[in-house]
C-alpha cells in the first residue's frame, strides 16, 4: 500500500502563515494531480486547491490569493502555502491524488490539523 502523508499543520494567531506538505510516493511518476480538501468540525468538506500533473493550478475563491498550491516532483510531495489566515480556515486539510486507475486507489491519510486564532 502506498502511504499518504499531510504534514505542517499547527495553532496560529488570524493573518499568520503555514505550510502544509503532502507526501504520497510514487504520484509523480505515475502522473496524479493532487487535491487539497479541509472540514471543519461539524461542516461539510470542501474543496481547497488543485494542482494537475501538467502543473495547472486552481483555487476555492474563498482562498484564492491567500493560498498557493506547488509541488516538488523529486520529493513525490505537494506543498499549500497558507497566508494571511483567518479563524474560518480552522479545519482538517487532507490531500487526495486523481487522474488514472493508480492515482485514485490511494487511500486517504490522516490529514493535518490548523487552527486560527482571533
Known amino acids: 500500500l502506498v502511504q499518504l502523508v499531510e504534514s505542517g499543520g499547527g495553532s496560529v494567531q488570524a493573518g499568520g502563515s503555514l505550510r502544509l506538505s503532502c507526501t504520497a510516493p510514487?504520484?509523480?511518476?505515475?502522473?496524479?494531480?493532487m487535491h487539497w480538501y479541509r472540514q471543519a468540525t461539524g461542516k461539510q468538506r470542501e474543496w481547497v486547491s488543485s494542482l494537475s500533473s501538467d502543473g495547472i493550478t486552481s483555487y476555492a475563491d474563498s482562498v484564492k490569493g491567500r493560498f498557493t498550491i506547488s509541488k516538488d516532483n523529486s520529493k513525490d510531495t505537494v506543498y499549500l502555502q497558507m497566508n494571511s489566515l483567518k479563524p474560518e480556515d480552522t479545519a482538517m486539510y487532507s490531500c487526495k491524488p486523481y487522474g488514472g486507475s493508480w492515482c485514485g486507489a490511494i487511500s486517504w491519510g490522516q490529514g493535518t490539523q490548523v487552527t486560527v486564532s482571533n
Open positions: 510514487g504520484f509523480t511518476s505515475n502522473r496524479c494531480g
